[in-house]
């Protein structure tokens, strides 16, 4: 059955059975999840609802890609941290809450009326801002450790010289909750220590290797890996 979902799609499925009004609307929320699936799959070779069920994507920011060729920088390994990871969350959330939306919907526009639309998409806009400030993406090349945030408004690529760091070290913010009430359930970061200062970067879509079940193909324990052959000195506070 959760394979017709996915093949077949929502249309074709409530046109063969005759459901009541509870069933109708799971197969409206189990269709959109696997139209959904067909074009993440279609758009980055992943099989959507074999995460649903427990098994690794293989999210990646081409975004990364291209602002790296514009530099004109050789990269050698690229370690995502896509904001596709928070926009996946809210999508299964919200095929989660179509049958309490579908239920209360009249007592919802009876006392919020338009204004429901309006908190709607304050709150989103608001954790898109956070979500995408907190997605860095890293890329190791011969010489430098690049950071780079291709989301709007915190575009940004900088540069760290192997020479110049001191030291990585690894951390997760468990203090951030503002970050938890928009859906960002990962706070993970990295601090380098340079000649220069400090700085921070977040990285909530990658996570530590969670046996075989991550959003990413590489995941922050390979990007330590990798920083450790370099001779990069690294410092591990993750769980």
């Not at 409206?28 to 992943?46: E, H, S």
Request: net charge neutral; hydrophobic share 45%.
């Amino acid at each position: 059955m959760k394979k017709d979902f996915c093949d077949r799609g929502i249309f074709s499925l409530l046109w063969e059975r005759k459901t009541t009004n509870y069933k109708y609307v799971q197969l409206i929320t189990n269709g959109y999840i696997g139209t959904f699936g067909n074009y993440i799959n279609m758009l980055y070779n992943i099989n959507f609802t074999q995460m649903l069920y427990g098994f690794s994507m293989n999210l990646k920011d081409r975004r990364v890609d291209k602002i790296l060729r514009n530099k004109e920088s050789q990269k050698n390994q690229i370690f995502y941290s896509p904001i596709l990871t928070w926009v996946i969350f809210w999508f299964i959330l919200f095929c989660i809450a179509i049958p309490i939306v579908f239920f209360s919907w009249q007592l919802i526009w009876h006392y919020l009326g338009y204004y429901f639309f309006i908190i709607l998409g304050v709150y989103f806009g608001i954790g898109y801002l956070i979500a995408s400030k907190l997605n860095n993406s890293f890329v190791l090349d011969e010489e430098n450790l690049i950071i780079v945030n291709p989301n709007f408004p915190w575009n940004k690529v900088q540069y760290f010289k192997f020479n110049d760091i001191l030291k990585i070290e690894f951390k997760e913010n468990k203090q951030y909750f503002l970050a938890i009430i928009f859906g960002i359930v990962e706070r993970n970061y990295i601090e380098i220590f340079t000649k220069k200062g400090e700085f921070q970067f977040y990285c909530s879509g990658l996570s530590i290797d969670c046996f075989d079940e991550n959003w990413t193909e590489k995941t922050l324990d390979d990007f330590k890996l990798e920083l450790q052959k370099i001779g990069v000195k690294i410092e591990w506070y993750l769980d």
